[in-house]
């Protein structure tokens, strides 16, 4: 499942809220969400499933528990497409403060040229 699809539910957005706090439990996360809905046992399961395939989250046994941390290199991926986003307008320069100086200084020869003619312009006329 693609990452993004995997975030367009509200309860995995709020499982991964929940698991930002750190790792915990299948369990401590069944209780939080039923706190606050009624999910069922096997509802969140399925969704800690769907978040554990699209790599948002890890998961490692602990005796007889399971637990759940949010796997940074998703999220920091999700982070970059996203900021991909947005249009960059220096980014197709190497050396953006380059390029400024580069016009600045064609501004200042311009201004000498012009000046330049302009003196000779009254020393001729």
């Given amino acids: 499942m693609n990452l993004f699809d995997a975030l367009g539910d509200p309860v995995r957005r709020q499982i991964l809220e929940r698991l930002s706090r750190g790792e915990q439990a299948a369990g401590d996360v069944v209780s939080f969400l039923q706190a606050q809905t009624t999910i069922s046992q096997p509802a969140v399961s399925q969704h800690l499933k769907v978040l554990r395939k699209a790599g948002l989250v890890s998961v490692r046994p602990d005796g007889a528990r ?16 996203l900021g991909s986003l947005v249009a960059d307008p220096l ?8 390029a400024l100086e ?10 000498r040229a012009s000046a330049s003619t302009r003196r000779a312009d009254r020393e001729t006329g």
Avoid: C, I, N
């Avoid at 980014?91 to 380059?98: E, K, M, N, T, V």
């Fill in 102 to 111: 580069t016009e600045v200084a064609r501004g200042r020869r311009e201004r």
């Fill in 91 to 98: 980014a197709g320069l190497a050396q953006p403060l380059d």
């Fill in 66 to 81: 399971r637990l759940y941390a949010v796997a940074p290199a998703a999220v920091e991926a999700a982070r970059d497409w």
